[in-house]
C-alpha cells in the first residue's frame, strides 16, 4: 500500500512493479526504493513539463491561425483594393487615349489652317515678341501688358499695329473661313483703385473686357463678328505661378484661338450640327 501511495499515475506504478519483480518478490531496499521514488518524481516533473510544453504549443497554434485567417481577410480586402484600383487605372488609360485622340485632332495642321496662314503667323510671332504662336494648336497668346496698362481695356499706344498685322492675315482669302475664339486671363491680384473696381467688380469682369476690346478692334479691321466669339476666365485659369510679379506677368494674357469651322466651338451653333 506504501508503494501504491507513491506512485499515483500508471506509467510510474508499472517502473515500482517492474523493480520489485526484478527483487524476485523481496523486500526492496530502502535505498532501492527512495531511488526509484526520485526517478518517478523526476518521470513526473518531466511528464509536467511536456504536458505544458504541448499545452503552450497548442496555443501558440491557435494564435498562429487566428493570425492566418486575420492575414486572409485583410488579403481578401487588398485584392479588392488593389481591384479597384487596377479599374480606375484602366478608366484613366482610355481616357488618355481619348485625350490623345483629340489631341491629334487639334493637331492636324493646327485645328485645320492652312499651312500658309500658320507660316504666316509664325513669322508675325517672329517680328512681335510678346505674341506667342503654337503652329500644332493654332493658338495665339498676346502679353496683355504690351496691350493694356493694369487695370485697363484701353489699347496701349502702338499695340494696335500688331493687331492690325494679324487681322490681315486673317482676312486672306485662305484663311477667309477660320474661326477665332478671343479669351481674357487675368492673375489673382485684386482690382486695385475704388474707381477701377467700380468699372470691373472683380478679374471676371476685367478679363472679359479686355477680350471684347481685342475682339471689337479685329471686327473693326473687317473680321466678320459671326467668325468670333470671346471668353473671359479671370484669375482661374492661370498657366504660371502667382507667387512672384514675373510669374504673374505669364498669366496676364489673350488669347486667340484660330481654328478650322470644322472644329466644334461652344456657342456656335453650326458647328455643333448634331445638338440643333
Known amino acids: 500500500?506504501?508503494?501504491?501511495?507513491?506512485?499515483?499515475?500508471?506509467?510510474?506504478?508499472?517502473?515500482?512493479?517492474c523493480l520489485i519483480a526484478a527483487s524476485g518478490c523481496a523486500m526492496v531496499p530502502k535505498s532501492r526504493l527512495s531511488a526509484a521514488q526520485s526517478q518517478v518524481r523526476s518521470l513526473s516533473e518531466q511528464s509536467r513539463a511536456q504536458l505544458a510544453e504541448v499545452e503552450n504549443l497548442k496555443v501558440h497554434s491557435r494564435s498562429i491561425e487566428d493570425q492566418l485567417i486575420r492575414a486572409e481577410g485583410d488579403l481578401a480586402m487588398l485584392d479588392e483594393k488593389f481591384g479597384i484600383s487596377r479599374q480606375k487605372l484602366a478608366n484613366l488609360s482610355n481616357e488618355r487615349e481619348l485625350l490623345r485622340d483629340d489631341l491629334a485632332f487639334l493637331s492636324e495642321g493646327g485645328a485645320g489652317v492652312p499651312l500658309g496662314v500658320r507660316g504666316q503667323l509664325a513669322e508675325l510671332a517672329k517680328r512681335h515678341p510678346h505674341l506667342h504662336y503654337?503652329?500644332?494648336?493654332?493658338?495665339?497668346?498676346?502679353?496683355?501688358?504690351?496691350?493694356?496698362?493694369?487695370?485697363?481695356d484701353v489699347f496701349k499706344p502702338g499695340a494696335e499695329r500688331m493687331l492690325r498685322e494679324?487681322?490681315?492675315?486673317?482676312?486672306?482669302p485662305e484663311a477667309a473661313n477660320l474661326k477665332l475664339m478671343v479669351v481674357g486671363h487675368t492673375d489673382n491680384?485684386?482690382?486695385?483703385?475704388?474707381?477701377?473696381?467700380?468699372?470691373?467688380?472683380?478679374?471676371?469682369?476685367?478679363?472679359t473686357a479686355r477680350?471684347?476690346?481685342?475682339?471689337d478692334y479685329l471686327s473693326d479691321l473687317g473680321i466678320d463678328g459671326d467668325?468670333?466669339?470671346?471668353?473671359?476666365?479671370?484669375?482661374?485659369?492661370?498657366?504660371?505661378?502667382?507667387?512672384?510679379?514675373?510669374?504673374?506677368?505669364?498669366?496676364r494674357r489673350v488669347e486667340i484661338?484660330?481654328?478650322?469651322?470644322?472644329?466644334?466651338?461652344?456657342?456656335?451653333?453650326?458647328t455643333l450640327t448634331n445638338l440643333y
Open 189 to 207: 491680384q485684386r482690382i486695385a483703385g475704388r474707381e477701377t473696381r467700380h468699372r470691373f467688380p472683380s478679374n471676371w469682369h476685367l478679363s
Open 1 to 17: 500500500m506504501a508503494v501504491q501511495a507513491w506512485l499515483r499515475p500508471w506509467p510510474l506504478m508499472a517502473v515500482l512493479l
Open 134 to 152: 503654337d503652329p500644332q494648336t493654332g493658338i495665339s497668346k498676346l502679353d496683355t501688358d504690351v496691350l493694356f496698362d493694369s487695370g485697363e
Open 227 to 251: 467668325r468670333m466669339g470671346l471668353a473671359g476666365f479671370g484669375q482661374h485659369q492661370p498657366i504660371a505661378s502667382n507667387a512672384s510679379p514675373g510669374t504673374r506677368q505669364e498669366n
Open 257 to 270: 484661338f484660330v481654328m478650322s469651322p470644322d472644329v466644334p466651338i461652344v456657342g456656335m451653333t453650326e
Open 166 to 172: 494679324f487681322a490681315s492675315i486673317l482676312n486672306s
Open 211 to 215: 477680350a471684347l476690346a481685342v475682339s
